[in-house]
C-alpha cells in the first residue's frame, strides 16, 4: 500500500507526551498488521542533540546506525520495535545546513534562498524520504504551536496535506483539557486556543488527542468538537495511565488507531493486542520487589536516563518482580558518612557519563558494590569508574586516572585516538570538533568462552550500540587482571575492552556500550534481565 502519512503536533504546553502518544499508535497500528515508521522532527538549530547537556535535552538516544537522536526516538523503539535510523529524526540544524550545502554549490543558481520554498522543500524531502517501506509514517513535530521556530516545520506539513491530499495525510493535535479546581470545571479553552492557532496557519486537525487527568464527559468532548471544527468521535480521550506501557491499551480504547483507520478508509483489522496485555499484567501483579540504585550526575531529571530506567523496569518484567529506582547523586558519596544510603539496596548501577563532577562518589559506590558483593551494573562511564576502582584501590597504580579529567600519570581510561568501523580504521584527535564524533552506535564484540557475559548472552559474538569517546586502557590489562578484572568482552581487532567482570563477585559487570538502548518490555536485554535477577538474589539474602 502506498505510505499514508499522520503528522502529531502538539498544543497548549510541551511535555504532553506527543512522543509517548505517537510510540503508542504506532504500536497500535501494528497490533492491527501494518507497518510503521516514526519520525521526529525538532525545531532547534542544533544539527542533533548530541552537544547538548541533560538539564536542556534529556536523554541523547543513540541509533543502532550511530545518530545521536531525540529521546522520543526511544519511545518509538520500544513500543514498536523498529529500529530508527539516522534520518528518522529530522532538525532545523541539518535543515538549514543542507540547504546552505546547495546554495554554495550554485543548485539553486540565480534564485534568492528563502524560507519558502527552499527549506519548506528541504522539510518535505526529509520526512518523505526512506518511508517506502511503512504502511503508514507517523510524523511527529516538536515544540508547541505557535513557537516561532517550528513555522517552517508546519508550513511544509500542510503544504504535504495539500498536495499529497485528505486520502494520505492526517493530522493529529494533542492538546490538554485542565480541571482547574477552584471552579471544578474541565476548561476547554485552552484546546480551542491552540486548535485556532493551528488552523490560522492553515491546518485543520483531524483528531484531537486530549490530554487529562479524567474522563471527558460527552458535553465537554462537544464543546471541542464544535469549537474546533472536529468530529465528536475523533476528540479522543488521552487520560494518564499508571504505567507507560498501558498507554497503547489506553488510546486503543478510547479509538485513536480505529478512527484513524476510519479517516484513511480503511477497513479495520481486528488488532492483536496480546503482547501489551502480557507487560500491563505483569507490571501490576509483580511477585517480587528489589530497590536499585542509580548512582549518577543528572539524577534529579528523569528524562536524562530514560531509556536506562525502563530497561530496569524491563528486566523487572522478564523476572516477574517490581523494581524500585532510588536516584542517587554521586556526590553525596563524596561526603564523610553517607555510604549508608546504599545499605539494603539490592543492586548498584553507576551509568554513562561525562566530566569529572561526581566521579569519586561513584567510585565509592563500584568499591561498596565490589566489597560487599552487591550486583553491581556499570554502563559506559560505570565502567570506565569501576576500572578506575579497581587499579586505585586494588592494583595501587599512582596517578591512576582517566584523561576525559586533564592530563594524568596513568590514563587507565583514555582518549579513542583510532578503531576500526568494519574494515575502516577511524582516526581521532584531542582537537577534532565535539558534534557527531564519539565512537557512534553499532559494534561488534567478542565474549570471552566461559564468562558470566557469555552465559548471559548465550552467544560468542554481539553488536550493541556505542557513545563513547574514551575507552579502558588496553595497556593496562595484565596488570588489572592481576587484581581480579575479567575483560570479558574485547572488540574483534582485541584493542578494545567491552566488557569487564569480577570471578570474585556474584554479579559485577561494566559494559563500554548502552544496552538499555536496545531494551523492548516485550524483549527485555538480557544483562538487565540478569541483573535484576541477581538483584532479587541478593534481596533475599538480607
Ligand atoms: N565520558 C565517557 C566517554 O566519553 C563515557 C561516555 C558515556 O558514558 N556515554 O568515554
Given at each position: 500500500m502506498t505510505t499514508l502519512f499522520v503528522f502529531i503536533t502538539g498544543g497548549v504546553?510541551?511535555?504532553?507526551g506527543k512522543g509517548l502518544a505517537s510510540a503508542a499508535l504506532g504500536a497500535a497500528l501494528q497490533a492491527r498488521g501494518y507497518k510503521v515508521r516514526l519520525r521526529k522532527l525538532d525545531p532547534?538549530?542544533?544539527?542533533?542533540?548530541?552537544?547538548?547537556s541533560p538539564y536542556q535535552h534529556g536523554e541523547v538516544y543513540v541509533t543502532s546506525d550511530g545518530a545521536e537522536t531525540d529521546l522520543d526516538l526511544g519511545h518509538y523503539e520500544r513500543f514498536t520495535g523498529v529500529n530508527s535510523r539516522r534520518s528518522d529524526n529530522i532538525t532545523s540544524g541539518q535543515i538549514y545546513q543542507s540547504v546552505i550545502a546547495k546554495e554554495r554549490r550554485g543548485d539553486y543558481l540565480g534564485a534568492t534562498v528563502q524560507v519558502i520554498p527552499h527549506v519548506t522543500d528541504e522539510i518535505k524531502r526529509f520526512i518523505m524520504s526512506?518511508?517506502?517501506?511503512?504502511?503508514f509514517a507517523l510524523i511527529e513535530i516538536g515544540?508547541?504551536?505557535?513557537?516561532i521556530e517550528s513555522l517552517p516545520f508546519l508550513e511544509a506539513i500542510r503544504q504535504l496535506g495539500y498536495e499529497l491530499g485528505r486520502d494520505r495525510t492526517l493530522f493529529i493535535h494533542v492538546t490538554l483539557v485542565p480541571r482547574i479546581s477552584v471552579a471544578g470545571e474541565l476548561k476547554t479553552k485552552p484546546t480551542q486556543h491552540s486548535v485556532k492557532e493551528l488552523r490560522s496557519i492553515g491546518i485543520q486537525p483531524d483528531i484531537l488527542l486530549c490530554r487529562c487527568t479524567e474522563p471527558l464527559p460527552e458535553g465537554v468532548r462537544r464543546k471541542i468538537a464544535l469549537f474546533c471544527n472536529v468530529r465528536e468521535e475523533d476528540v479522543i480521550a488521552a487520560p494518564d495511565a499508571a504505567?507507560?506501557?498501558?498507554v497503547p491499551l489506553t488510546y486503543h480504547q478510547e479509538g485513536l488507531d480505529s478512527q484513524v483507520l476510519k479517516i484513511f478508509r480503511l477497513d479495520a483489522r481486528p488488532p492483536n493486542l496480546n503482547r501489551w496485555e502480557t507487560i500491563v499484567e505483569r507490571v501490576h501483579a509483580p511477585e517480587g520487589r528489589v530497590s536499585i540504585a542509580i548512582v549518577g550526575k543528572?539524577?534529579?531529571?528523569r528524562d536524562a536516563y530514560i531509556s536506562l530506567g525502563e530497561a530496569l523496569v524491563h528486566g523487572g518484567i522478564a523476572n516477574r518482580v517490581s523494581v524500585d529506582l532510588k536516584w542517587l547523586?554521586?556526590?553525596?558519596?563524596?561526603?564523610?558518612?553517607?555510604?549508608?544510603?546504599?545499605?539494603?539496596?539490592d543492586g548498584i548501577l553507576v551509568p554513562g557519563g561525562f566530566g569529572e563532577r561526581g566521579t569519586r562518589g561513584k567510585i565509592t559506590a563500584a568499591q561498596f558494590a565490589r566489597e560487599h558483593k552487591v550486583p553491581y551494573f556499570g554502563i559506559c562511564f560505570g565502567m570506565q569508574m569501576a576500572v578506575l576502582e579497581a587499579a586505585r584501590n586494588?592494583?595501587?597504580?599512582?596517578?591512576?586516572?582517566?584523561s576525559e579529567f586533564g592530563p594524568?600519570?596513568?590514563?587507565?581510561v583514555g582518549l579513542l585516538t583510532e578503531w576500526m568501523r568494519g574494515n575502516e580504521i577511524v582516526v581521532r584527535s584531542?582537537?577534532?570538533?565535539?558534534?557527531?564524533?564519539?565512537?557512534?552506535g553499532n559494534y561488534e564484540c567478542r565474549l570471552k568462552p566461559d564468562s558470566l557475559a557469555h552465559s548471559i548472552y548465550g552467544v560468542d559474538t554481539i553488536v550493541e550500540r556505542h557513545r563513547h569517546r574514551y575507552e579502558v586502557n588496553i595497556n593496562l590489562k595484565e596488570q588489572l587482571e592481576e587484581v581480579g578484572?575479567?575483560?570479558?568482552g574485547m572488540s574483534p581487532d582485541n584493542m578494545l575492552p567491552e566488557i569487564i567482570e569480577r570471578a570474585d563477585h556474584p554479579w559485577f559487570v561494566g559494559v563500554q556500550f548502552h544496552p538499555e538502548l536496545r531494551s523492548r518490555p516485550f524483549e527485555p536485554h538480557p544483562l538487565f534481565q540478569s541483573f535484576i535477577k541477581a538483584a532479587f538474589a541478593q534481596s533475599r539474602l538480607v
Open positions: 504546553v510541551s511535555s504532553l532547534y538549530l542544533n544539527i542533533d542533540p548530541g552537544t547538548m526512506g518511508t517506502e517501506d511503512a504502511d515544540g508547541t504551536v505557535g513557537d504505567s507507560l506501557y498501558e543528572y539524577t534529579e531529571l547523586d554521586a556526590e553525596i558519596f563524596e561526603r564523610p558518612d553517607t555510604i549508608h544510603h546504599l545499605d539494603g539496596v586494588l592494583a595501587k597504580i599512582d596517578g591512576a586516572s582517566s594524568c600519570k596513568v590514563p587507565v584531542g582537537s577534532d570538533p565535539l558534534g557527531g564524533t564519539m565512537r557512534l578484572v575479567v575483560f570479558s
